[in-house]
T-cell receptor, first 113, second 117 residues
Framework: DQQVKQNSPSLSVQEGRISILNCDYT??????FLWYKKYPAEGPTFLIS?????DKNEDGRFTVFLNKSAKHLSLHIVPSQPGDSAVYFC????????????FGTGTRLQVFP | GAVVSQHPSRVICKSGTSVKIECRSL??????MFWYRQFPKQSLMLMAT?????????EQGVEKDKFLINHASLTLSTLTVTSAHPEDSSFYIC?????????????FGSGTQLSVL
């Protein structure tokens, strides 16, 4: 049972435009969500997070939106840059400091010039 | 940022042999390390939590006698796949937590692609 879903395996966006990566979850007990970015031959690196008490968190070009009623979150990257091309993983946990992260399957973003 | 080194990056072995994968935190002490497995087109799945100086905690469905975890120091955890079989072929990746901290304090290794012939 996939508790965290990223239904789009890939996304292609032109440089300068907005990239929107989506993530859905099924477990209403999740209250902390993270996005990781992964380049080839490297491990995932933390990008941005949001707790369930918020509906938006922004860090530079990256903004994460959380819609608890829809059990949906999204990552917006604007403007997109070629260096953003990577695989993006959504992850969820049941509390802020839990060890157990449940990951999505990832979305491969390609930003072309 | 913190660095976690994982070796080897790729290993091919014969069925029945054992394979050891190392995970090192290079510039911080990690009391807790995590081991994940990812099959093609699936998500990273937590296999076990490795605590320095104590026994690892395995997730449901993960055989502890098959996947031996040793966390003998604050900077090194090893995963040994014993008597590997083709169905163990997968991408294995570790992460380490920099002392206290939530998910953003998790630092991942670059992973090991295991192929069992």
């Amino acid at each position: 049972d996939q508790q965290v879903k990223q239904n789009s395996p890939s996304l292609s966006v032109q440089e300068g435009r907005i990239s929107i990566l989506n993530c859905d979850y099924t477990n209403s007990m999740f209250d902390y969500f993270l996005w990781y970015k992964k380049y080839p031959a490297e491990g995932p690196t933390f990008l941005i997070s949001i707790s369930s008490i918020k509906d938006k968190n922004e860090d530079g070009r990256f903004t994460v939106f959380l819609n608890k009623s829809a059990k949906h979150l999204s990552l917006h990257i604007v403007p997109s840059q070629p260096g953003d091309s990577a695989v993006y993983f959504c992850a969820a946990s049941r509390s802020y400091n839990t060890d157990k992260l449940i990951f999505g399957t990832g979305t491969r973003l390609q930003v072309f010039p | 940022g913190a660095v976690v080194s994982q070796h080897p990056s790729r290993v091919i072995c014969k069925s029945g042999t054992s394979v050891k994968i190392e995970c090192r935190s290079l510039d911080f002490q990690a009391t807790t390390m995590f081991w994940y497995r990812q099959f093609p087109k699936q998500s990273l799945m937590l296999m076990a939590t490795s605590n320095e100086g104590s026994k690892a905690t395995y997730e449901q469905g993960v055989e502890k006698d098959k996947f031996l975890i040793n966390h003998a120091s604050l900077t090194l955890s090893t995963l040994t796949v014993t008597s590997a079989h083709p169905e163990d072929s997968s991408f294995y990746i570790c992460s380490a937590r920099d002392r206290a901290g939530a998910g953003e304090k998790l630092f991942f290794g670059s992973g090991t692609q295991l192929s069992v012939l």
